[in-house]
């Protein structure tokens, strides 16, 4: 379990989130990181399936039906959140992958049963964590929390850096349990899962920047959070 870091007097901000493979947890940490030097109380919550998910998934045949059931927007259950989520904060980090082009199932479970009390009238700044294709993503998160009276910050995205295709069928790979990027025949284009030493560097930056932001009194959707690699 994460310790939450508690200042007194400074902006508060939860983190949020759901990691299924560890990556959005990384980046959180590294953000959370680069906050530390602010003035800043950071508590952390994770989301947390009732029925433990394992990864990897383990076998193609699972994978597949995993793929699909996601793409068509399967809840799956999660436990109850601790009462710390429903305090006030200056800002809530909401985390999380990517699963066939839409927000987790777990996060869509949120949603479903927490999200007007967790976020009407609060400021919320979305990361996402993913393979490459995070719009409709994006666009599904959006619409949520607008109906559940949120005010939407900003946004982060982190895709995996890896080129296409090999980017998805390396992704695929490690899902069902294999090793691609110990493939020669993968591995001179697929060279690492998730992300890399760089883009945790990065997070790390935008946690400052955020809590300097806060600090500072200054507007969170002024930021610019794109991403190296997102630039031109």
């Given at each position: 379990?994460?310790?939450?870091?508690?200042?007194?007097?400074?902006?508060?901000?939860?983190?949020?989130?759901?990691?299924?493979?560890?990556?959005?947890?990384?980046?959180?940490?590294?953000?959370?990181?680069?906050?530390?030097?602010?003035?800043?109380?950071?508590?952390?919550?994770?989301?947390?399936?009732?029925?433990?998910?394992?990864?990897?998934?383990?076998?193609?045949?699972?994978?597949?039906?995993?793929?699909?059931?996601?793409?068509?927007?399967?809840?799956?259950?999660?436990?109850?959140?601790?009462?710390?989520?429903?305090?006030?904060?200056?800002?809530?980090?909401?985390?999380?992958?990517?699963?066939s082009y839409?927000?987790?199932?777990?996060?869509?479970?949120?949603?479903?049963?927490?999200?007007?009390?967790?976020?009407?009238?609060?400021?919320?700044?979305?990361?996402?964590?993913?393979?490459?294709?995070?719009?409709?993503?994006?666009?599904?998160?959006?619409?949520?929390?607008?109906?559940?009276?949120?005010?939407?910050?900003?946004?982060?995205?982190?895709?995996?850096?890896?080129?296409?295709?090999?980017?998805?069928?390396?992704?695929?790979?490690?899902?069902?349990g294999r090793?691609?990027?110990?493939?020669?025949?993968?591995?001179?284009?697929?060279?690492?899962?998730?992300?890399?030493?760089?883009?945790?560097?990065?997070?790390?930056?935008?946690?400052?920047?955020?809590?300097?932001?806060?600090?500072?009194?200054?507007?969170?959707?002024?930021?610019?959070?794109?991403?190296r690699e997102?630039?031109?």
């Open positions: 379990m994460e310790a939450d870091t508690v200042q007194e007097g400074g902006k508060r901000i939860l983190l949020l989130y759901f990691s299924f493979s560890s990556q959005t947890k990384n980046l959180l940490h590294a953000m959370a990181e680069g906050m530390q030097r602010y003035l800043v109380t950071v508590r952390w919550e994770r989301i947390e399936p009732v029925e433990p998910l394992h990864f990897p998934i383990g076998s193609v045949s699972q994978t597949v039906r995993m793929m699909l059931l996601t793409f068509l927007r399967r809840r799956i259950p999660i436990r109850e959140l601790s009462d710390k989520c429903f305090q006030d904060y200056d800002l809530i980090i909401l985390a999380g992958p990517t699963w839409n927000p987790s199932g777990p996060i869509l479970s949120l949603f479903d049963r927490d999200g007007v009390r967790l976020f009407k009238g609060k400021k919320v700044l979305p990361l996402i964590s993913c393979r490459g294709y995070w719009r409709m993503h994006w666009w599904g998160l959006k619409t949520l929390l607008r109906r559940c009276g949120a005010r939407v910050a900003n946004l982060i995205v982190f895709t995996h850096p890896n080129p296409e295709p090999w980017r998805t069928i390396g992704v695929f790979l490690k899902l069902a090793v691609p990027e110990r493939h020669s025949w993968i591995s001179r284009y697929y060279h690492k899962y998730g992300h890399t030493r760089d883009q945790l560097a990065e997070a790390r930056r935008f946690g400052e920047m955020i809590a300097l932001a806060l600090e500072q009194g200054e507007d969170i959707g002024k930021l610019d959070f794109r991403t997102a630039m031109p």
